[in-house]
């Protein structure tokens, strides 16, 4: 099927890819589940709450220490975190001990990781070139 695109340009559309590809999408509902969990990663605080209970559980105390904020703040974030199952409480006695909810949660954390690591490197070394450019 040809169509005219906003310039007026014609362009040629697979309907049957376009089909396909629409019924292989993610609902709507799912998206916004999506939506908000990368929503929530995206703060450095909850990256770093993340990084400490890949290493294992931890009471709110002992994270409030590690991470060297106050134990309402973190419990704060945590908050954020358990409200979209990223994180899982355990209540031992007084005392509320965190781990990563599951194995989708530890391996979405160690992929990321991995992927910023990979691109780390050249994206420093783009930096650098544009810092050049703008100099010069």
Known sequence: M??????????????????????????PDAVRGLADTFSALGDPTRV???DALSCGELCVCDLAAVLKLSQSAVSHQLRVLRGLRVVRPRRDGRVVCYSLDDQHIVSLFKQTLQHVQESAPASAAARRRATKV???
């Not at 695109?5 to 993610?26: C, E, N, P, Y």
């Open 48 to 50: 770093r709450i993340l």
């Open 134 to 136: 703008g100099r010069g």
């Open 2 to 27: 040809f169509k005219k695109d906003d310039v007026g340009d014609l362009v040629q559309i697979d309907l049957a890819r376009v089909r396909k590809i629409r019924q292989a999408l993610v609902a």
